[in-house]
């Protein structure tokens, strides 16, 4: 398909993990994909020569979702090399080492919030200024990477990272109903415990393998299953899905 008749789509925090696999399924899918990452280069260009490879278009974007420098320079590079934006997988996310709520700095906090949950809503708010008919646009698609931490709350370990889920919740449930007339679909995915590296940036590498026996289906999950559901609120097979938190998470 010519890149200008493709769909594009920006898959934030896809150099790894949940938005690696996205960003090559989607790929697959048909989509032109936008792989933001934020200082893992070498992983993102591996990212995007798995998709060229396959015969897929991807482009990789650095950009810290955290700050207003990184979204503008995200959204720069989209504007100038395609023009439009179609859909936006709103997914790089942070968790802290673990600690208890009274051991939170507010310079924790601010980091935690500003990547989670402003960063989440500053990138649908520039996605909906390009995708959105009463902006001119045709319309498009974002999905919202949750946790099941929103619903389980993480005591003890980070309270933190589970309230900024929970806005997530609300944001995604906010968002589509107030863009659902002008043909964006806005919905979550909510993983549970995925083996990626998130676990080891948070100081804990075991702790997808530890907390499998608390998973129902007594496994971790992969990011290739978040990613599959993604893929599935991204598709025309969704039409009629908006405001959806769709659970990812083996039972837990
Ligand atoms: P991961 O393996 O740690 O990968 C994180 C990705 O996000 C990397 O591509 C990283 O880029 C990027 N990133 C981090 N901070 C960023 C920032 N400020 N700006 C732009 N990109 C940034 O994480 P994951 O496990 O795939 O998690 C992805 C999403 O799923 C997150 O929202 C997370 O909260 C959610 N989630 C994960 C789990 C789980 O068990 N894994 C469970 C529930 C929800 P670099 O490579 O450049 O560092």
Request: proline content about 3%; some cysteine.
């Amino acid at each position: 398909m010519p890149t200008d008749q493709q769909p594009v789509l920006l898959v934030t925090g896809a150099s790894r993990g949940i938005g690696a696999s996205v960003a090559v399924k989607a790929a697959a899918a048909g989509w032109a994909v936008v792989i933001n990452y934020l200082s893992n280069r070498q992983a993102a260009e591996a990212v995007a020569n798995t998709i060229t490879e396959a015969g897929g278009v991807a482009h990789i974007v650095q950009g810290d979702t955290g700050t207003e420098e990184g979204i503008a320079a995200i959204f720069a590079m989209i504007d100038r090399e395609f023009g439009r934006l179609d859909g936006l997988v709103n997914n790089a996310g942070v968790v802290d080492q673990t600690a208890r709520v009274d051991e939170m700095s507010r310079e924790r906090l601010e980091r935690m919030f500003a990547i989670n949950v402003i960063g989440k809503i500053r990138c649908a708010s520039e996605a909906v200024k390009r995708m959105s008919t009463r902006h001119g646009g045709k319309g498009g698609t974002i999905v919202n990477i949750s946790s099941m931490a929103a619903v389980l709350g993480s005591a003890g370990q980070y309270v933190d990272y589970a309230a900024a889920k929970g806005a997530v919740d609300t944001f995604t449930i906010g968002l589509a109903r107030e863009v659902a007339a002008e043909g964006i679909r806005v919905n979550a995915v909510r993983p549970g415990i995925i083996d990626t590296d998130i676990h080891a940036s948070g100081g804990l590498p075991d702790r997808a393998r530890d907390l499998a026996p608390l998973v129902p289906m007594q496994r971790a999950g992969t990011a290739d299953e978040v990613a599959e559901a993604v893929l599935y609120l991204l598709s025309p097979q969704a039409s009629y899905v908006i405001g959806a938190i769709m659970n990812v998470s083996g039972g837990r």
